[in-house]
């Protein structure tokens, strides 16, 4: 599977949740719920997936944990909150920075509509030509 359907069939699932759910709901719900929609369709997902890192010739096991991670290859940020700040789209590149990952997704459910919420960061990776994953550009 291309990283842009993986990416698609994520933004598919979080639409539906946002609709279903509203927004408002703690984030460990989403996360709960996502992860097992993901799994529905086939997709790999492992959450509260540990990022180990090396700092000045030290290594650490569990500096970070990013909320989902999808096929191993997309990081998924999960955050319920009324506006993004920016260093949460930072906190995702530095997670794809850390992990050698090229995609990942901030999907903030507590925006009025999901395209509010969703922001797409990349890790060095040309621009997707996919018209769905043009979100926020």
């Known amino acids: 599977m291309e990283i842009?359907?993986?990416?698609?069939?994520?933004?598919d699932a979080a639409y539906k949740i946002?609709?279903?759910?509203?927004p408002g709901v703690l984030e460990s719900v989403y996360e709960a719920v996502l992860a097992?929609?993901?799994?529905?369709?086939?997709?790999?997902?492992?959450?509260?997936k540990a990022v180990t890192?090396?700092?000045?010739?030290m290594d650490f096991?569990?500096?970070?944990?990013?909320?989902?991670?999808?096929?191993?290859?997309?990081?998924?940020?999960?955050?319920s909150v009324e506006n993004l700040a920016p260093v949460h789209s930072k906190q995702?590149?530095?997670?794809?920075?850390?992990?050698?990952?090229?995609?990942?997704?901030?999907?903030?459910?507590?925006a009025p509509t999901l395209k509010e919420g969703l922001k797409r960061i990349v890790n060095d990776l040309p621009t997707s030509a996919s018209p769905r994953l043009r979100v926020n550009q």
């Open 4 to 11: 842009d359907d993986i990416t698609g069939a994520i933004v």
């Open 18 to 22: 946002h609709v279903g759910l509203g």
């Open 36 to 48: 097992r929609s993901l799994e529905r369709l086939g997709l790999k997902v492992e959450r509260q």
């Open 53 to 57: 890192f090396n700092y000045d010739g």
């Open 61 to 79: 096991d569990e500096g970070f944990r990013v909320d989902l991670l999808v096929e191993s290859t997309v990081v998924v940020e999960l955050k």
């Open 92 to 110: 995702v590149l530095t997670y794809l920075r850390l992990m050698d990952l090229r995609v990942g997704l901030l999907i903030n459910f507590g």
